[in-house]
């Protein structure tokens, strides 16, 4: 084979896998769940306050240089914080609220804009916490390629802040 014939076998190997890229969903959804000793309405006191979510915010665990900015009102929608660590900077406000739940705006910059929320249910000697996570990965391969790892990545960190949720 010469030399020219290798090189478009290869570009055209190449070529093949980043348009294989495109078959992965640009769609990546994280749900964890969990049991949280605490009665409805103080956890959702917790969530839906920016200082409350301190309490519970799984980064503090794996970065102690963590540094908080809380802004906005201190609980409800626009309230938020900034943050700066180890894992990146952004910020997350409340965007909406109801009763039973929270959702939160997440400006990571280049890195994307997730939407998060968490979901409160009574049950009996506690709560019922649905904390999930919907990003969309856009056109970039790389991007897309990541996302398949997504749910081990975030999944890991949502179940350690429902354990600290637990136990705040």
């Known amino acids: 084979m010469t030399l020219t014939q290798t090189l478009m076998v290869g570009g055209g190997i190449l070529t093949a896998a980043v348009l294989a890229t495109y078959l992965i969903p640009a769609h990546v959804h994280v749900e964890r769940t969990a049991f949280v000793p605490k009665p ?20 503090k665990n794996s970065d102690p240089n ?19 660590g180890k894992e990146g900077k952004g910020a997350q ?23 998060q929320s968490i979901q409160v249910t009574p049950v009996d000697g506690g709560s019922k916490v649905t904390w999930d996570m919907d990003i969309h990965m856009g056109m970039n391969p790389v991007a897309r390629v990541l ?15 429902l354990k600290n949720l637990a136990n705040a």
């Open 40 to 59: 409805p309405e103080a956890v959702m006191a917790l969530v839906a306050s920016n200082a409350g979510y301190q309490t519970f915010n799984p980064y």
């Open 66 to 84: 963590l540094k908080i900015d809380l802004f906005g009102p201190d609980a409800g929608i626009g309230s938020g914080f900034r943050f700066a």
């Open 93 to 115: 406000t409340v965007t909406a609220l109801t009763e039973t739940s929270v959702t939160y705006s997440i400006d990571l910059g280049a890195r994307g804009k997730p939407t």
């Open 147 to 161: 996302g398949l790892f997504m749910d081990g990545m975030m999944g890991k960190t949502f179940d350690q802040g």
